[in-house]
T-cell receptor, first 114, second 109 residues
Framework: NAGVTQTPKFRVLKTGQSMTLLCAQD?????MYWYRQDPGMGLRLIHY???????AKGEVPDGYNVSRLKKQNFLLGLESAAPSQTSVYFC?????????????FGPGTRLTVL | DQQVKQNSPSLSVQEGRISILNCDYT??????FLWYKKYPAEGPTFLIS?????DKNEDGRFTVFLNKSAKHLSLHIVPSQPGDSAVYFC????????FGQGTELSVKP
């Protein structure tokens, strides 16, 4: 099992460009999440999904959109990138949520917006 | 408004000694707590967890303590090893996970 994979690993964008980050999991998990990690800020939840075809906003959703067309994939889109979106992005998945649930993380995507 | 706080950005410990990482939280609705470990250029990996109905959970060299009255969580690593050098995140759950800022542990030989 590959677990949680993310594509690409690195990307440099210019302000105003768009891109999509792909997350895939092979554990048949219902729940999937997108986080960003910034120095001194820990991991902050951007958007999440509780099942195929569903999405919901997290703590810092502005400037991002997501889609979950297939259970195994969760896409994060930046329509018009801004320097403030320079960060490391992590995708995670879990079988359930809340008490007793463990999230499994991908290796991350390092994004720089110039 | 940081609901989960790790007030020490870094910690340095000698190999073989105990490492104690601390975490404070403000939301009394949190009922499940976790510690994740993160190496550079990798994603966080689950380390150990504890339910709010317990005050201690042990797994090998790792022990997590929960003091609900103080809203305080700690991770003890005994004995510390150089391979334990990483960033440690605590997280709390009342549905979704809320992460602390992380503490970078350095274990020196």
């Amino acid at each position: 099992n590959a677990g949680v994979t993310q594509t690409p690993k690195f990307r440099v964008l210019k302000t105003g460009q768009s891109m999509t980050l792909l997350c895939a999991q092979d554990m048949n998990h219902e729940y999937m999440y997108w986080y960003r990690q910034d120095p001194g800020m820990g991991l902050r939840l951007i958007h999440y999904s509780v099942g195929e075809g569903t999405t919901a906003k997290g703590e810092v959703p502005d400037g991002y959109n997501v889609s979950r067309l297939k259970k195994q994939n969760f896409l994060l889109g930046l329509e018009s990138a801004a320097p403030s979106q320079t960060s490391v992005y992590f995708c995670a998945s879990s079988y359930s949520a809340g008490h007793g649930s463990t999230e499994y993380f991908g290796p991350g995507t390092r994004l720089t917006v110039l | 408004d940081q609901q989960v706080k790790q007030n020490s950005p870094s910690l340095s410990v000698q190999e073989g000694r105990i490492s104690i990482l601390n975490c404070d939280y403000t939301n009394s609705m949190f009922d499940y707590f976790l510690w994740y470990k993160k190496y550079p250029a990798e994603g966080p990996t689950f380390l150990i967890s504890i339910s709010s109905i317990k005050d201690k959970n042990e797994d090998g060299r790792f022990t997590v303590f929960l003091n609900k009255s103080a809203k305080h969580l700690s991770l003890h690593i005994v004995p510390s090893q150089p391979g334990d050098s990483a960033v440690y995140f605590c997280a709390a759950s009342a549905g979704k996970l809320i992460f602390g800022q992380g503490t970078e542990l350095s274990v020196k030989p």
